[in-house]
């Protein structure tokens, strides 16, 4: 297989592997109709088999084959694409989506159902810079009531939620926040969640209400972040912050997030930063929290984790 292939169709996706959709309809020509996974509307999901793509007549979403799946689980791109591979038990030695700086944007204007454009993402920020960002963003942030009560109830406290950094989405304000970060000195460049409009304009992909959590490196800094939404879409409770797909945007990735003492020699692996810090909170104990069961791998081969 070329390089640049993706190995495998829209066919796949939707087929009883992986997303396993409900037809209304035999192939009518190159497309035919699904139940819509978004507005939940029968029949109205068009899957065009020769593009790869897909459109709802009811709700309007629409976009290629990985955006299919990669909107219906709230993941990246990157990620998707890895899911579906291993969902599908292919073996992607030629296609190094996801291992390299470059993430693939699929085309429905050719005819070519395996066509893809390689296109550079641009380069991440180093460690330290996404992490002094992420500290002046979430400096800038309150935490709601709701949130708050919400964290106290599964016991924390108000000194282990102030030190683990929790901070709330705002339902408004996001376009001021880029210029607080800039006029502060901040690098929005390269980090994960930031990105640039149409005018040019450094923006912020905080749109879905929730709690942010940070996802903290083993030398204390901050990795990446979680939003814990307010209200699950498509039953999925985190999605990361992420820029991932939009101009001068990056990918968060899926970092491991370390809580405890670096040096413990009894380490706990649990899944989920949130559950990680809450364990931690309530026992002393150090844990290293996975953000989901296939990252467990990411643990074993990284040598000094444990």
């Known amino acids: 297989m070329p390089k640049g292939k993706i190995p495998f169709s829209i066919a796949d996706v939707t087929g009883s592997k992986v997303l396993d959709l409900t037809f209304r309809s035999e192939i009518r020509g190159n497309s035919r109709d699904a ?95 996404i992490h002094q960002t992420y500290l002046m963003l979430l400096s800038s942030l309150t935490l709601a009531k709701p949130h708050l009560d919400n964290l106290l109830q599964r016991g924390l406290t108000h000194e282990d939620i102030a030190s683990f950094g929790y901070k709330s989405v705002p339902a408004f304000g996001q376009d001021a926040l880029c210029e607080k970060l800039l006029s502060a000195g901040c690098i929005l460049d390269g980090v994960p969640g930031f990105y640039k409009n149409e005018k040019d304009k450094w923006c912020v992909k905080l749109k879905a209400l929730g709690i942010l959590i940070p996802i903290r490196s083993i030398d204390g800094k901050i990795a990446g972040m979680q939003i814990r939404l307010s209200n699950p879409i498509n039953k999925r409770k985190y999605i990361w912050f992420s820029s991932s797909g939009e101009n001068g945007g990056n990918s968060s990735g899926s970092p491991i997030h370390f809580i405890g003492d670096p040096t413990a020699k009894r380490v706990f692996i649990t899944e989920g930063a949130l559950k990680g810090d809450i364990a931690h909170a309530l026992t002393g104990y150090t844990f290293i929290c996975i953000p989901g069961v296939k990252s467990i791998k990411s643990v074993l081969l990284c040598k000094g984790c444990i």
């Open 35 to 129: 139940d819509c996974l978004f507005c939940k509307q029968k029949g109205k999901l068009n899957i065009h088999l020769i593009k790869n793509a897909f459109r709802c007549n009811y709700c309007g979403k629409s976009g290629g084959m990985i955006a299919l799946y990669a909107e219906y689980h709230g993941v990246t791109n990157q990620d998707a694409y890895r899911e579906i591979i291993d969902l599908l038990g292919l073996n992607d030695n030629n296609n190094k989506y996801g291992q390299s700086r470059k993430r693939i944007t699929e085309s429905a204007s050719h005819s070519d159902n395996n066509h893809c454009h390689i296109i550079a993402e641009p380069p991440k920020a180093s460690s330290e810079v």
